[in-house]
């Protein structure tokens, strides 16, 4: 039984807000976490008298490592659609919907936590930075916010609303 062989009607009374909150909820908290750490960390930024940087070169090590997750993180991102779009095809029970909306909701909480390694990672870079000196003498590495903004930007351009997610489960059933 295909998904787009179900009504309109069936999908949107299938995708109640109970189902839709959870989802919801852990985008929001997934991007919340980057955001307050970035305001903390530009207040300490701001307060911070100008130290000479005492560990340059591990935050340097530590750009590196942010550089080598997110382009782990990033170039994933194919293969996991891949895989969950597999799933969803390979359902064949008689929830269908039900069970399409499950590896719907895993495949995303998995897209997003894995957004969110390479922000957090680059955050506590950028703190170390701050606390030490070495944004002061290096400001090149405030480029380890950059994992937190596209973190930020993924989850606003894909959050889980109800319209959103219809069209997502109507889009694997073909």
Do not use: W
């Amino acid at each position: 039984m295909e998904i787009h062989s179900h009504s309109n009607d069936t999908l949107e009374q299938f995708l109640t807000a109970e189902r839709l909150k959870p989802l919801q909820a852990i985008h929001l908290a997934l991007g919340t976490s980057p955001v307050t750490f970035g305001f903390i960390i530009i207040l300490l930024a701001q307060t911070a008298e100008n130290l000479p940087s005492q560990n340059s070169e591990l935050i340097q090590t530590l750009s590196f490592i942010t550089l080598l997750l997110c382009t782990i993180a990033y170039s994933s991102f194919p293969f996991v659609n891949k895989i969950f779009n597999a799933k969803f095809q390979s359902v064949e029970t008689k929830n269908v919907v039900e069970q399409r909306f499950k590896i719907l909701v895993t495949k995303k909480i998995i897209t997003v936590a894995s957004f969110e390694m390479p922000a957090m990672f680059g955050l506590v870079v950028c703190l170390l930075g701050v606390l030490d000196g070495s944004f002061s003498s290096y400001p090149e590495f405030l480029l380890n916010i950059v994992p937190a903004f596209i973190l930020i930007v993924y989850i606003a351009l894909t959050f889980p609303s109800r319209e959103r997610i219809v069209d997502e489960l109507k889009l694997s059933g073909q």
